[in-house]
């Protein structure tokens, strides 16, 4: 039995809810481990789509137990709806999910906070989703944040809610210009939320760790991915969050010797939503004609996705962060019309050649692709089953990716729903 780590090798959006869906088939538990509802992670199950923002896919199968880690952040409102959604989809949760005692929680100020501030930036705002995450891993870090144990204690939730309000009314009201926030309503907020998820309330590091001691299986679900990694990414532009493996034990509490398998989910081409450097963007006609081949626009906003080739680069600063053991290539069948297709495989700035990502947001922003052409299978590839029956040219582009990272393709998607999967020998 083993615990598998499923991360975005890009800029998030890469289809680990696909993967994470198909994998906790054979998963006695799935813990999400960071984010909050900034994520959606898209299942398609017999055409049907749904989309989890808060809560692990893996809710999904129902033999599977979830859990929401302590590094994840946790909006009440998000996940009242999403519990409500699932019911009508007639998914039953019961005793199958846990949320970690030290998970800390969303409230109505984060979110006004990250849409003030956004707008305060004007064009140097970083395109957040307006979920409130940056506010709350704020409060977080800076150590007076509201966590899920401090809901089990009305008066010391009071008090709490009272002191957290003193501090970020002022900012509201004096920087922002917004109005106060009511410390009654936040509170009664969080009890009704602290009747509904009462006896879902654990220690989840305990848990998971008694579960890899009882044989489980068990996946840990990254939401966003390695390039919005608050340390690897592309910061500023980047969640304030650690998306990467290191992130993983962090946010469930287990010890980096518990990780067996660490799985990099990358797209056959790149996207990202939200303001940044995207090296190897493609110009706006291409953009759009790739955007609506592969339906490119966030589960969570709706806001279009900037496009581009296949980066090297970058998925190569997410294998050696990650310590990746294999990557799964998703949405290989946008690319099937294309008669030419180019891999990134280093970056050119002011004569100077990067083969490592690197750090200075200008070298970013100004860094030139220097890619290498393949040529297109110009064939339909999505009701393919085995990797036999790919054409070579298809082939020859995943072997090519496999040979640049140095990592295995263990899994090739080439459509949206659980049995467009090929599974590389
Ligand atoms: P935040 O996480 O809402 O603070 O947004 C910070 C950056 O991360 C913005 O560029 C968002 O567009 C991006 N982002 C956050 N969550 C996701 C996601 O799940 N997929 C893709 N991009 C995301």
């Given at each position: 039995?083993?615990?598998?780590?499923?991360i975005?090798?890009?800029?998030?959006?890469?289809?680990k809810?696909k993967?994470?869906?198909?994998?906790?088939?054979?998963?006695?538990i799935?813990?999400?481990?960071?984010?909050?509802?900034?994520?959606?992670?898209?299942?398609?199950?017999?055409?049907?789509?749904?989309?989890?923002h808060?809560?692990?896919?893996g809710?999904?199968?129902?033999?599977?137990?979830?859990?929401?880690?302590?590094?994840?952040v946790?909006?009440p409102?998000?996940?009242?709806?999403?519990?409500?959604?699932?019911?009508?989809?007639?998914?039953?949760?019961?005793?199958?999910?846990?949320?970690?005692?030290?998970?800390?929680?969303i409230?109505?100020y984060?979110?006004?906070l990250?849409?003030?501030?956004?707008?305060?930036?004007?064009?140097?705002?970083?395109?957040?989703?307006?979920?409130g995450?940056?506010?709350a891993?704020?409060?977080?870090?800076?150590?007076?944040?509201?966590?899920?144990?401090?809901?089990?204690?009305?008066?010391?939730?009071?008090?709490?809610?009272?002191?957290?309000l003193?501090?970020?009314?002022?900012?509201?009201?004096?920087?922002?210009?917004?109005?106060p926030?009511?410390?009654?309503?936040?509170?009664?907020?969080?009890?009704?939320?602290?009747?509904?998820?009462r006896?879902?309330i654990?220690?989840?590091?305990?848990?998971?760790?008694?579960?890899?001691?009882?044989?489980k299986?068990?996946?840990?679900?990254?939401?966003q991915?390695?390039?919005?990694?608050?340390?690897?990414?592309?910061?500023?532009?980047?969640?304030?969050?650690?998306?990467?493996?290191?992130?993983?034990?962090?946010?469930?509490?287990?010890?980096?010797?518990?990780?067996?398998?660490?799985?990099?989910?990358?797209?056959?081409?790149?996207?990202?939503?939200?303001?940044?450097p995207?090296?190897?963007?493609?110009d706006a006609?291409?953009?759009?004609?790739?955007?609506?081949?592969?339906g490119?626009f966030?589960?969570t906003t709706g806001?279009p996705?900037?496009?581009?080739?296949f980066?090297?680069?970058?998925?190569?600063?997410a294998?050696?962060?990650?310590?990746?053991?294999?990557?799964?290539?998703?949405?290989?069948?946008?690319?099937?019309?294309?008669?030419?297709?180019?891999i990134?495989?280093a970056?050119?700035?002011?004569?100077?050649?990067?083969?490592?990502?690197?750090?200075?947001?200008k070298v970013?922003?100004?860094?030139?692709?220097?890619?290498?052409?393949?040529?297109?299978?110009?064939?339909?590839?999505?009701?393919?089953?085995?990797?036999?029956?790919?054409?070579?040219?298809?082939?020859?582009?995943?072997n090519?990716?496999?040979?640049?990272t140095?990592?295995?393709?263990?899994?090739?998607?080439?459509?949206?729903?659980?049995?467009?999967?090929?599974?590389?020998?």
């Open positions: 039995m083993a615990v598998s780590v499923i975005g090798g890009q800029w998030g959006d890469e289809g809810g993967i994470v869906d198909l994998l906790s088939q054979k998963a006695d799935v813990a999400r481990y960071q984010g909050g509802p900034n994520a959606g992670h898209t299942v398609v199950i017999n055409g049907k789509e749904i989309i989890l808060q809560i692990p896919s809710i999904l199968w129902p033999h599977t137990n979830c859990v929401i880690g302590n590094g994840v946790i909006d409102r998000v996940f009242l709806e999403e519990v409500a959604f699932l019911k009508d989809q007639g998914v039953e949760i019961d005793d199958r999910l846990l949320i970690s005692d030290r998970a800390h929680l409230l109505p984060h979110r006004c990250d849409t003030a501030s956004e707008e305060s930036q004007g064009s140097k705002k970083i395109g957040t989703t307006g979920r995450i940056g506010p891993y704020m409060d977080k870090v800076g150590r007076f944040g509201l966590r899920v144990c401090d809901l089990l204690d009305e008066q010391h939730l009071r008090t709490k809610i009272t002191d957290i003193a501090r970020h009314n002022k900012v509201l009201e004096s920087i922002y210009n917004c109005h926030i009511q410390a009654e309503d936040i509170v009664e907020q969080c009890l009704a939320f602290a009747q509904s998820i006896d879902h654990t220690d989840a590091s305990v848990y998971l760790n008694q579960a890899i001691n009882d044989g299986e068990i996946l840990l679900e990254g939401a991915g390695t390039m919005l990694d608050v340390d690897f990414g592309t910061y500023p532009f980047v969640t304030s969050s650690n998306p990467t493996a290191g992130g993983a034990c962090i946010g469930t509490g287990l010890g980096p010797n518990r990780l067996d398998h660490i799985i990099g989910i990358v797209k056959a081409y790149t996207t990202r939503v939200g303001m940044g995207l090296p190897t963007e493609f006609k291409f953009s759009e004609h790739i955007r609506q081949l592969g490119e966030g589960a806001r996705r900037r496009c581009g080739w980066d090297a680069v970058v998925v190569n600063n294998v050696r962060v990650n310590g990746l053991t294999s990557l799964v290539i998703t949405k290989l069948d946008v690319l099937d019309t294309l008669e030419e297709i180019k990134c495989t970056y050119e700035y002011n004569g100077m050649v990067f083969e490592h990502y690197p750090a200075d947001l970013q922003l100004g860094a030139r692709p220097i890619l290498e052409k393949h040529p297109g299978w110009l064939t339909s590839t999505t009701d393919i089953k085995s990797w036999e029956n790919l054409p070579h040219n298809t082939k020859s582009y995943l090519r990716l496999s040979e640049l140095g990592v295995k393709i263990g899994l090739v998607s080439v459509g949206p729903d659980r049995n467009q999967t090929i599974v590389v020998p």
